[in-house]
């Protein structure tokens, strides 16, 4: 005789389980298992750190490879990811969804703040190797105070961001001084940094950092341009600004070559590499460190500004940055005429 009592209690926990999600085939708890070691193999070949910061990385693996296996859902699989790579207590390290919930790495801060002078540009859609599609930003404009203003949501795109950044350096001859706003601009291509920074030094063999890698240092050179620019630059950066522009306005700083406007950057500034892992997930890493012009280990630490102004909202016009960054440039070139 059969028991349809026991049969029917055992389809519903079939049914109830997958429902929930908590369901995985063997073929998706290997990919998970091969995304794991992936993982903890890349971390462990590429940190710049042979001691890994003081965490036992073999201890770590040994941790948390079981839970993998044992995991119900993709979600909790990229939990216990996460758990293992936040050890290390260093940023640009996660692991990100692709497919249709695939987002933006947010070891780095979003970019949902945007300035009032910026919020004129037209946005445009960029991607970069594996990363979503993005939205940038780019806008240049001379104000009415004769100070030319350059503003950049990210680094990435360099061909799209030459062609606004160029004119608005041209105009700039005739200004005043230069503005550049890199506030809640999250990084991008670090190769950007010395791309825009090569047009503001005199002499050569100076370097915005290094980035120091196992075994390896590279450093940020700057090659300067057959005509700078040589006029008083102000770059303006908050909480939001981070690793490229970290590198930017964190190297021109120490080189005596801007003022810094604004609050504290993220100390988000280690390089950083993105991975497809094999169950489709995607793996940011950092593969090296990074030390400014001056010796200032900046992650964790930030850019702290030369003159500190908060922006408190609804970020309207006036921008008391903007402000406090056009007072320094009309009073450096005053002093010059005097």
């Not at 690793?243 to 005596?256: F, N, P, R, V, Y």
């Not at 921008?319 to 440039?329: C, L, N, S």
Request: a negative charge; glycine letters at 8%; proline letters at 8%.
């Amino acid at each position: 005789m059969i028991d349809t009592t026991r049969i029917l209690g055992t389809l519903l926990v079939l049914v109830s389980g997958c429902a929930s999600g908590q369901y995985m085939s063997d073929t998706r708890r290997q990919q998970h298992l091969d995304s794991f070691d992936e993982v903890w193999k890349i971390v462990h070949d590429t940190h710049y750190d042979p001691a890994f910061n003081g965490v036992d990385w073999d201890k770590a693996r040994d941790e948390f490879r079981p839970r993998i296996a044992s995991a119900r859902t993709d979600e909790q699989v990229r939990s216990l990811m996460r758990q293992m790579l936040a050890k290390l207590g260093l940023s640009h390290y996660g692991i990100y969804p692709s497919g249709p919930d695939q987002q933006t790495p947010s070891s780095t801060p979003g970019t949902g703040f945007v300035p009032p002078l910026g919020r004129q540009s037209v946005i445009e859609p960029v991607r970069f190797g594996n990363l979503p599609e993005m939205p940038l930003r780019c806008h240049a404009e001379l104000l009415p105070s004769n100070v030319e203003y350059f503003y950049l949501s990210l680094f990435l795109s360099p061909v799209k961001v030459q062609r606004i950044f160029r004119p608005s350096l041209e105009r700039a001859r005739s200004a005043d001084g230069m503005i550049i706003d890199l506030r809640h601009n999250p990084g991008g291509i670090g190769a950007m940094a010395m791309g825009i920074g090569n047009y503001f030094v005199t002499r050569p063999d100076q370097k915005l950092g290094e980035m120091i890698q196992r075994g390896m240092t590279l450093r940020f050179v700057l090659n300067p341009q057959p005509d700078p620019y040589t006029k008083p630059l102000a770059i303006l950066i908050d909480e939001g600004s981070a690793s490229t522009s970290e590198i930017l306005a964190g190297g021109l700083k120490d080189l005596g070559r801007a003022r810094i406007f604004g609050t504290r950057s993220a100390g988000m500034a280690l390089p950083s590499l993105i991975n497809k892992l094999p169950n489709g997930d995607i793996f940011q890493y950092a593969v090296a460190d990074y030390i400014s012009a001056a010796g200032q280990r900046l992650e964790g630490q930030g850019v702290v500004p030369d003159e500190i102004v908060e922006y408190p909202p609804p970020y309207e016009l006036p921008d008391p940055v903007v402000e406090a960054a056009v007072r320094w440039i009309k009073s450096q070139t005053e002093n010059n005429h005097d």
